[in-house]
């Protein structure tokens, strides 16, 4: 299947999409060995359908999988690794945060030899899609920051060090695979990521890794609305700007678009993904109030540079509100699509029914 060429001012999304109430439901039954690998072959596909099809519906350009065979961003692909030990969550009463996931403990050098699982992600999206796509995955730092210091490794950039070749290795495989979008993932934490050394992992998982375009996501954090470190990219330029990458994914929204004057500041070369949907925010954007915070970073940013997704992943969001939220996006990013080509406007069109009512196929 050949994928459709893009528009001016592409739509997409971060990475994880909603998570269906079924599928919270089957979490539990496959944690207690409910399900055998039949059953959890067809929960995943399923559930990789679901995000598909919700993302086509809405109308987004560049999709993804949803992320569906993953748990909780980064959780499931610790699976995948050798030498690391699980310890317990430092705190298991009151509200999940960061300091109430599982941590590893290094006790010997950190492999991975049968990759990270996202080979499988690919054959399956180049089957259940015409559209264009990316597959994401976690930097090295952001990994890191679940593993301790301990066994072979001094410090947390020790670890990440030894991350960088098993992410290149599964970048390289994704590659020859026919992927053509891929992105790595980095929670921005002030206290760890110094620019040149995220430049310099970044690069490195990326060595000798020839695809269309290779995106950065650089967030500060949505477990449960918590952030993870201090709310700017400012400290970033303008080392960031001569990074391998083709394009930022940077969050806006939850800061009232603030910082999207970087891009002119720095006369950064980069694409930008501009985030536009507020996912610490339990509301649905209009397509207008989208469309304006668009024009604001046209103030700054080329429109054939600009692409246009949410602030992060969808993940925490219940499906309802995600998809209405993808469907504002498509909207108001049409709404500036036609002001820049001079086309007539189709954001007024009756949307599609939002997942969970009567209508919902």
Not at 85 to 103: I, N
Not at 325 to 349: D, H, I, M, W, Y
Request: glycine fraction near 8%; hydrophobic fraction near 40%; include cysteine.
């Amino acid at each position: 299947m050949t994928a459709p060429a893009l528009p001016i001012l592409p739509t997409s999304v971060v990475g994880s999409y909603a998570i269906p109430a079924w599928l919270w439901a089957a979490y539990e039954k496959i944690e207690a060995g409910g399900f055998g690998a039949m059953d959890l072959a067809e929960t995943e596909n399923d559930a990789v359908e679901t995000a598909i099809r919700d993302q086509e519906r809405a109308g987004v350009d560049l999709i993804s999988d949803g992320e569906m065979r993953r748990q909780g961003f980064i959780v499931s692909i610790f699976k995948y690794f050798r030498g690391l030990r699980p310890l317990e969550p430092r705190r298991k009463v009151g509200v999940l945060s960061y300091d109430g996931h599982v941590f590893y403990e290094p006790v010997e050098r950190i492999s991975a030899p049968d990759g990270l699982g996202t080979l499988k992600e690919l054959d399956y999206l180049r089957q259940a899609t015409p559209r264009p796509f990316k597959i994401t995955l976690p930097g090295p730092l952001t990994l890191a920051t679940q593993i301790t210091k301990g066994g072979p490794y001094r410090d947390r950039y020790e670890v990440a060090a030894d991350l960088v070749p098993i992410l290149n290795r599964e970048l390289r495989a994704l590659a020859a695979g026919g992927a053509r979008n891929l992105q790595l993932d980095d929670v921005y934490q002030s206290f760890i990521m110094e620019p040149k050394r995220l430049v310099e992992f970044y690069d490195r998982c990326f060595e000798g890794v020839a695809v269309e375009r290779r995106f950065w996501h650089i967030c500060f954090g949505t477990l449960e609305g918590f952030g993870f470190g201090e709310r700017t990219y400012r400290p970033l330029f303008p080392t960031i700007s001569s990074v391998c990458a083709d394009q930022f994914v940077f969050e806006f929204a939850n800061r009232e678009m603030a910082e999207s004057g970087l891009w002119r500041e720095f006369d950064c070369p980069k694409e930008l993904g501009a985030g536009v949907l507020d996912l610490k925010n339990f509301y649905v954007e209009s397509p207008e109030l989208v469309a304006r915070r668009i024009r604001r970073v046209l103030e700054s940013v080329p429109a054939e540079r600009l692409w246009i997704n949410p602030d992060c992943g969808l993940a925490r969001l219940p499906r309802h509100l995600a998809f209405a939220k993808l469907q504002a996006l498509v909207a108001g990013t049409r709404q500036v699509r036609c002001e820049l080509t001079g086309a007539p406007s189709t954001s007024n069109r009756p949307p599609s029914a939002a997942p969970g009512t009567s209508s919902d196929p």
